[in-house]
């Protein structure tokens, strides 16, 4: 069943931003920078004001973007780091804010349009499983989000974005979690976020201390009616209009979910409930309708665990998966475990070996553990005493171990893979070429040599400490039943010892100096446990229907900080194997139970690497390009004293805010709509409001600014700060109403202009001595000494693109293997099966295309307007042969981040492509952009004012042989980038200024007779 078909919420929302599905939106915004500019709005409404097809008012988007602005100010007051959200949270935060202002305002509308959508929907889909939306259908919102993708940070905007929008005033606001670690783990993060709450204790004798105030509580805490004692809850004590958050409400017993889900309902039937869960995949299906009909009206988002690892967040994961194996059990046990053991121990080596590298991308030190659900045996071994047997023998039977390293290494196990290969084949390429140092490797994973100890720790409940002979305590096993786990191991001959002095090991493991490598059989890392450690799983007794657990317990092992919390992975072939899980199963059925569960999530994707070919390599020493000195940084090399600069001034617009802000103030002062009018001023701050204002705040704010920009050389201090506002060196267009003072909150709003007004002006300072500082450091370099290709470079230093399919198309996985193998067709045909576009004049053949049947193509292909680029240049060189026969032409995709890229102004520019036009000694550099202009700055837009600019750059570089030139080729037709306007440009005016139009069929014709003219080579 495909599960997205039937959100249609989700399918709405993304309607209105003129997509059918989200990679289309993914694809406009994940290369847009998160933050915001200096007039204060975000970087992605920006992006999205610029859609085609957008169907939400421009005026409505921004009015939505200043809200989460707000939102986000508010969640970021008491913490360090502050927060700054992703374009996908962006996305679910612009949903919610859509659907709340929608419910609020225009009820009955909203549900007409939903409706409307929804018949036409069902019709195109063919679903007759969904009726209509009803007004209870829009009292609940879920947001189906994978684990690490930042639920709580969501679910925290999301109470404010309530109460922006009052729809009620609960009664009761309760956040609901599956356990008490999580419960735990909530509360403290609610405080950060200064949201007042408190943790469910046992008792509510205290009562709230807020009307606002949520209460954190287990699921398990409430019952339909009190019977004797005890912690419980009946439901009736929550009676009313409640507000409720619910995190993770999915455990996978049927019985249970079903209790669960019904007192659920019931808190929440007159109210309003906010859901969150990254395992929805797992619960939902055609074979329980009502479930699956009740999330597809309430799924608002979907950024389930498949766009999350497609993203690139999260590390990467491989899945030992065997064939039926013609060996015993025992000997099928003991290799998986071996195996298992090397892949720890070659990771702890990449760790030693670059941790410098592994600091700067926040990685910390591997973790191995064993995760399951039984820990004591009765008639059968426990799992757990067999990873205690294992771990006792590879420490105190070194021939044993050395027999099982070297059948894995030299493909003796007797394992085979789908592809008849023996399973480790292509695995631990690092041990087989250094070799296993066994002392170095007790050392390492185990702390030493010596017998193995098991200690029963008395001052921490639930542990036994492992250790070899008298050295630190080298892993921890973390049950429930120690008295019953102890007997057994008993049985087995491994006597437990007692440790009255040491402390919880559990606890440490999270502490940088832990010398735990070693974690057995916590339930507590499925239910909560805070840790980024793990890096390989063994997985212990998973039972069937427990796909939720699962899900959680791999969410919570793929979770990455990333190098500045980005959590993505970096890239660096040094540390790939810290950015990879490994799972393994002792056993064959629980991994099969594991693939289940994960297919469902849709992650499992075939990698298929496509040869790249350089071309006309002869031609590299030849072709010039102006490339920045890599090794002079600016944040480096110059300390920048923040200073009035007279080459500097800008004006602030406000008026829409100030509209706004106006407009309800002038009704509460019993005004007429039609009588509010806009008569903007342009004002500066006056001077004896300024020293009114909270200095303390407005610092700390430029501080984070200056920070969050990376602007680490730019220094100032509070009273270079107040001269800027004292200065002429802006102006704010608004109401002169706007900068009156007659109450703390007009002193607030002032302190919020001047944080704007501060941050623009900082933008365009520094952005100018950068700038600065790059030109002057631009030389000329060869297209050889840069490589064309160095984001095609595979470890092995082939060039490759790297496709990935989802595993269930078969026969497009075999046709594209295939064509990889008959490389004359793959390099100089197109066709669809692996959409591309070949031109002999480009720098590397193939040219891939984006494609909706391929789920990520790294480096990325050509979307439709670079497609329609190349093929109409393509096109026009083969119809126009005469006409360059003196003069060479040559084109290079450009890559945004890793290839040439200029700074303006407020951004950085990658030009999509680079087109060389070459005779003799002489050659001219085009830099061409193919893209949408809605909502440029007009003629002005520092893009396409860059046409100008890089002639300046031309000069300063000083060489009479090259000249550099820069083109927007705009997929905006000429009329719907002027519609709006008073007194537009002519389309003459835009041509002039390098802008053409792929809507005209002779842009070509224009592009060269403009070089011709001008840069005769």
């Known amino acids: 069943?495909?599960?997205?078909?039937?959100?249609?919420?989700?399918?709405?929302?993304?309607?209105?931003?003129?997509?059918?599905?989200?990679?289309?939106?993914?694809?406009?915004?994940?290369?847009?920078?998160?933050?915001?500019?200096?007039?204060?709005?975000?970087?992605?409404?920006?992006?999205?004001?610029?859609?085609?097809?957008?169907?939400?008012?421009?005026?409505?988007?921004?009015?939505?973007?200043?809200?989460?602005?707000?939102?986000?100010?508010?969640?970021?007051?008491?913490?360090?780091?502050?927060?700054?959200?992703?374009?996908?949270?962006?996305?679910?935060?612009?949903f919610t804010e859509i659907f709340l202002d929608n419910l609020k305002n225009r009820k009955q509308e909203f549900l007409y349009e939903l409706n409307d959508f929804l018949g036409k929907y069902r019709q195109k889909e063919e679903i007759t499983l969904l009726d209509n939306f009803s007004e209870d259908d829009l009292k609940k919102l879920a947001f189906w989000m994978a684990t690490g993708s930042g639920k709580t940070l969501i679910a925290h905007i999301n109470y404010y974005q309530f109460f922006h929008y009052r729809l009620f005033s609960p009664d009761n606001?309760?956040?609901?979690?599956?356990?008490?670690?999580?419960?735990?783990?909530?509360?403290?993060?609610?405080?950060?976020?200064?949201?007042?709450?408190?943790?469910?204790g046992g008792s509510l004798n205290g009562g709230l201390k807020s009307e606002r105030e949520i209460l954190v509580i287990e699921m398990t805490k409430f019952v339909e009616e009190k019977?004797?004692?005890?912690?419980?809850?009946?439901?009736?004590?929550?009676?009313?209009?409640?507000?409720?958050?619910?995190?993770?409400?999915?455990?996978?017993?049927?019985?249970?979910?079903?209790?669960?889900?019904?007192?659920?309902?019931?808190?929440?039937?007159?109210?309003?409930?906010?859901?969150?869960?990254?395992?929805?995949?797992?619960?939902?299906?055609?074979?329980?309708?009502?479930?699956?009909?009740?999330?597809?009206?309430?799924?608002?988002?979907?950024?389930?665990?498949?766009?999350?690892?497609?993203?690139g967040y999260g590390k990467d994961f491989s899945v030992l998966n065997?064939?039926?194996?013609?060996?015993?059990?025992?000997?099928?046990?003991?290799?998986?475990?071996?195996?298992?053991?090397?892949?720890?121990?070659?990771?702890?080596?990449?760790?030693e070996e670059n941790k410098d590298l592994a600091k700067e991308h926040n990685l910390e030190k591997p973790l191995w553990i064993f995760v399951g659900t039984t820990v004591t045996g009765k008639e059968e071994e426990s799992d757990v005493i067999q990873i205690v047997e294992f771990i006792k023998k590879a420490i105190e039977e070194e021939d044993w171990l050395k027999e099982q390293v070297d059948n894995i290494l030299n493909g003796k196990t007797g394992l085979k893979d789908d592809k008849d290969e023996d399973v480790f084949s292509r695995k631990f390429e690092i041990l087989k070429k250094k070799g296993v140092d066994f002392d170095d490797l007790q050392r390492k994973v185990f702390g030493g040599k010596g017998g193995f100890g098991i200690y029963e720790l008395k001052n921490a409940e639930g542990e036994l400490g492992l250790k070899v002979g008298e050295n630190d305590y080298f892993g921890v096993i973390n049950i429930g039943d120690v008295s019953g786990f102890k007997k057994e191991l008993e049985k087995k001959g491994i006597s437990v010892s007692e440790d009255a002095i040491s402390g919880s090991l559990f606890e440490d493991i999270k502490r940088e100096s832990s010398k735990i490598n070693i974690l057995i059989g916590s339930k507590k890392f499925i239910e909560g446990w805070d840790t980024w450690r793990v890096s390989s799983m063994g997985l212990l007794n998973i039972g069937r229907g427990q796909g939720p657990q699962i899900i959680q317990l791999f969410g919570r092992g793929v979770r990455l900080k990333g190098k500045g919390m980005t959590l993505k992975r970096s890239g660096e072939e040094k540390i790939k194997l810290l950015e990879?899980?490994?799972?393994?199963?002792?056993?064959?059925?629980?991994?099969?139970?594991?693939?289940?569960?994960?297919?469902?999530?849709?992650?499992?994707?075939?990698?298929?690497?496509?040869?790249?070919?350089?071309?006309?390599?002869?031609?590299?020493?030849?072709?010039?390009?102006?490339?920045?000195?890599?090794?002079?940084?600016?944040?480096?090399?110059?300390?920048?004293?923040?200073?009035?600069?007279?080459?500097?001034?800008?004006?602030?617009?406000?008026?829409?805010?100030?509209?706004?802000y106006l407009a309800k103030e002038r009704k509460e002062a019993g005004i007429k709509t039609e009588e509010l009018k806009v008569e903007p001023e342009r004002e500066r701050i006056p001077e004896d409001i300024i020293e009114l204002l909270n200095w303390e705040r407005i610092y700390r704010e430029i501080y984070d600014f200056k920070i969050g920009r990376g602007y680490w050389n730019l220094i100032f201090d509070k009273e270079m700060l107040k001269n800027l506002l004292i200065s002429d060196r802006y102006k704010i267009s608004a109401l002169p109403e706007i900068l009156t003072v007659k109450t703390q909150e007009d002193v607030r709003r002032i302190e919020d202009i001047a944080i704007l007004v501060l941050k623009k002006y900082i933008d365009m300072f520094y952005k100018k001595y950068a700038r600065q500082f790059e030109t002057d450091n631009l030389h000329y370099y060869t297209v050889g000494e840069q490589l064309p290709l160095f984001a095609f470079e595979s470890s092995d230093g082939q060039?490759?693109?790297?496709?990935?399919?989802?595993?269930?198309?078969?026969?497009?996985?075999?046709?594209?293997?295939?064509?990889?193998?008959?490389?004359?067709?793959?390099?100089?045909?197109?066709?669809?099966?692996?959409?591309?576009?070949?031109?002999?004049?480009?720098?590397?053949?193939?040219?891939l295309l984006q494609s909706k049947k391929i789920e990520k193509i790294t480096p990325p292909g050509l979307v439709e307007?670079?497609?329609?680029?190349?093929?109409?240049?393509?096109?026009?060189?083969?119809?126009?042969?005469?006409?360059?026969?003196?003069?060479?032409?040559?084109?290079?995709?450009?890559?945004?981040?890793?290839?040439?890229?200029?700074?303006?102004?407020?951004?950085?520019?990658?030009?999509?492509?680079?087109?060389?036009?070459?005779?003799?000694?002489?050659?001219?550099?085009?830099?061409?952009?193919?893209?949408?202009?809605?909502?440029?700055?007009?003629?002005?837009?520092?893009?396409?004012?860059?046409?100008?600019?890089?002639?300046?750059?031309?000069?300063?570089?000083?060489?009479?042989?090259?000249?550099?030139?820069?083109?927007?080729?705009?997929?905006?037709?000429?009329?719907?980038?002027?519609?709006?306007?008073?007194?537009?440009?002519?389309?003459?005016?835009?041509?002039?200024?390098?802008?053409?139009f792929l809507e005209d069929n002779n842009w070509p014709e224009i592009l060269f007779s403009s070089l011709m003219r001008k840069n005769a080579p």
Request: proline share 4%.
């Open 1 to 94: 069943m495909k599960l997205e078909k039937y959100l249609v919420l989700n399918k709405y929302f993304l309607s209105l931003f003129g997509v059918e599905e989200f990679k289309d939106l993914k694809k406009e915004l994940e290369n847009t920078s998160p933050g915001y500019d200096s007039d204060g709005r975000s970087y992605f409404v920006n992006k999205l004001r610029s859609l085609d097809n957008l169907k939400i008012p421009h005026d409505d988007l921004l009015r939505y973007d200043e809200n989460i602005s707000n939102y986000v100010k508010k969640i970021n007051e008491k913490r360090e780091p502050k927060v700054t959200l992703k374009y996908f949270q962006y996305l679910a935060v612009l």
């Open 173 to 200: 606001i309760l956040f609901i979690t599956p356990n008490e670690g999580l419960s735990k783990q909530h509360f403290e993060e609610l405080q950060k976020s200064g949201i007042p709450c408190l943790l469910y």
């Open 227 to 311: 019977k004797g004692g005890g912690v419980t809850l009946p439901i009736d004590t929550f009676e009313g209009k409640n507000l409720v958050f619910v995190d993770e409400g999915h455990k996978g017993r049927r019985s249970e979910e079903q209790k669960w889900a019904r007192l659920r309902n019931e808190l929440a039937k007159d109210g309003f409930t906010f859901e969150y869960s990254a395992t929805f995949g797992q619960i939902l299906s055609e074979n329980q309708p009502d479930i699956l009909k009740e999330y597809a009206k309430s799924i608002i988002f979907d950024y389930s665990y498949k766009y999350f690892y497609l993203d």
């Open 322 to 351: 065997v064939k039926q194996a013609k060996i015993s059990e025992q000997r099928f046990q003991e290799t998986i475990f071996s195996a298992n053991l090397l892949s720890f121990y070659q990771q702890l080596l990449v760790y």
């Open 580 to 660: 990879n899980l490994n799972i393994f199963a002792i056993k064959a059925d629980y991994l099969s139970k594991f693939l289940e569960a994960i297919s469902k999530e849709e992650v499992e994707l075939e990698t298929i690497e496509i040869p790249v070919k350089p071309q006309h390599e002869d031609k590299w020493a030849s072709l010039q390009i102006p490339w920045k000195d890599e090794s002079k940084k600016f944040e480096e090399a110059k300390v920048l004293p923040l200073e009035i600069d007279s080459t500097i001034h800008f004006t602030l617009e406000l008026l829409p805010k100030v509209s706004e």
């Open 799 to 847: 060039y490759i693109y790297k496709v990935q399919v989802d595993k269930k198309e078969k026969e497009l996985i075999q046709k594209i293997r295939n064509l990889v193998r008959d490389l004359n067709k793959l390099l100089k045909e197109e066709d669809e099966t692996l959409p591309r576009v070949y031109f002999d004049k480009h720098l590397y053949v193939p040219i």
């Open 865 to 996: 307007s670079e497609i329609r680029f190349v093929k109409g240049l393509r096109e026009y060189l083969r119809s126009h042969q005469e006409r360059f026969k003196e003069c060479e032409i040559y084109l290079l995709r450009n890559f945004p981040k890793i290839g040439l890229g200029f700074q303006l102004q407020w951004h950085g520019f990658y030009p999509d492509f680079i087109m060389w036009l070459k005779a003799g000694n002489k050659q001219t550099i085009v830099f061409i952009d193919p893209k949408g202009l809605e909502h440029t700055k007009g003629l002005d837009d520092e893009k396409i004012q860059f046409a100008k600019e890089i002639k300046e750059l031309e000069r300063k570089l000083g060489k009479n042989n090259i000249r550099l030139e820069s083109f927007i080729l705009s997929k905006t037709n000429y009329q719907s980038l002027i519609d709006g306007i008073s007194s537009p440009p002519e389309k003459d005016k835009y041509i002039e200024n390098h802008v053409l």
